[in-house]
């Protein structure tokens, strides 16, 4: 099984208001809380990979089923060690995924490629209509300097939490809270955005709007129909 277990089925694109979040259906936006990778900056693990490794044996390692690559990642999200990580997966699949896994950790700093194209820009105009931006984001805390360190769009944020210095992750109903709490932010009048629909699924239980990130574009779009005054698509 390729990619994170347990995604629901989600369109990308559109304001997602159920359960506890159709209160806030209607409420201006004041904030907006955003993800990291694949939200601000591009994530591909198979990036890492491929000058040591060929594309078969890459693609079996991203099968969770078959190395446990995103379960030990899930582990690194809530304070796990790159070496836990290693030992668990040397235990439960063995080799060559467990030596993988300490390669793709050591050199992680090739699995980021980039600001994602307009967010940056994005962010700028939210501040500019006095929009608060923050960000959640679920990423090792060994892990995370590396990004912060090459990312500068990372540490612009008024604020934010990280799952493995919190020791809370995603799509869990306390980090939400934690980090509405720690940025002093109402849930009716936020909206997060995030590229995991699973995650978009656990801020509606908290009272938040969210949106299922692949495009700065479209997601400008929603903001402007939701009524944030910032600078259209000029066509």
């Known amino acids: 099984m390729k990619g994170w277990p347990g995604e ?41 990979m491929l000058p040591r490794y060929s594309a078969e044996l890459t693609e079996r390692f991203l099968d969770n089923d078959v190395s446990g690559f995103y379960d030990a990642s899930d582990e690194m999200d809530v304070g796990g060690t790159i ?12 080799e060559p995924w467990a030596t993988m896994f300490r390669y793709y950790c050591e050199n992680f700093e090739d699995s980021l490629l980039g600001v994602i194209r307009g967010m940056r820009v994005l962010l700028a105009d939210l ?12 990423w090792a805390e060994e892990l995370f300097g590396v990004a912060e360190r090459q990312y500068p769009i990372l540490s612009s944020l008024d604020g934010r939490v990280v799952s493995g210095e ?39 239980a908290v009272g938040m ?27």
């Not at 904030?31 to 990036?47: E, H, M, R, T």
């Not at 070496?83 to 063995?94: C, F, K, T």
């Not at 949106?211 to 700065?216: G, I, P, S």
């Not at 779009?221 to 939701?226: A, F, K, N, Q």
């Open 8 to 48: 629901p089925e989600m369109a990308y694109g559109e304001v997602m208001a159920e359960g506890e979040a159709r209160q806030a259906s209607g409420r201006p936006v004041t904030d907006v809380i955003f993800d990291f990778g694949n939200v601000l900056v591009d994530w591909d693990p198979a990036a890492v």
């Open 83 to 94: 070496e836990q990580a290693v030992g668990h997966i040397r235990a439960s699949h063995g």
């Open 127 to 138: 501040r500019a209509a006095g929009v608060g931006v923050w960000g959640l984001s679920n």
């Open 166 to 204: 919190v020791r809370l992750r995603k799509p869990h109903a306390d980090i939400f809270r934690f980090a509405l709490d720690r940025f002093g932010v109402d849930a009716g009048t936020a909206l997060f955005v995030d590229d995991k629909s699973m995650n978009i699924v656990g801020a509606n």
């Open 209 to 235: 709007r969210g949106v299922r990130f692949n495009d700065a574009v479209r997601l400008r779009e929603l903001l402007r129909g939701l009524g944030v005054a910032i600078p259209d698509v000029r066509h």
